[in-house]
């Protein structure tokens, strides 16, 4: 199922991914971002689980804001997989 996810405190202002069970493809930043580190991440992270993107980059923060385009991924991704077992 696709999610698009709005994100707080950074650059990117939403994340587009598609879950399938606990796995993440097609990720993409929209709205914003540092363009490097936004084609970098969905490379990184394609075809992991939930558990995996939160364990690599979970936590990450970006100038002191308390999160980042990579702990916002993170955060995404877990959310989406929350809500999907409960409309399982």
């Known amino acids: 199922m696709e999610y698009i996810f ?5 650059c990117a202002k939403k994340i587009k991914f598609t879950l399938q069970g606990n796995v993440i493809t097609n990720v993409q930043f929209l709205e914003g971002g540092c363009p490097g580190n936004l084609q970098a991440l969905p490379r990184l992270v394609e075809g992991m689980t939930v558990e995996e993107i939160e364990k690599k980059i979970g936590g ?3 100038a ?3 999160t980042s ?4 991924l ?3 991704v877990r959310k989406a997989y929350e809500e999907s077992k409960k409309t399982a």
Request: aromatic share 0%; glycine share 12%; proline share 0%.
């Open 69 to 72: 385009c990579a702990d916002q």
């Open 60 to 62: 990450i923060d970006c």
């Open 74 to 76: 993170a955060r995404a």
């Open 64 to 66: 002191g804001r308390g």
């Open 6 to 10: 709005k994100t707080e405190n950074t």
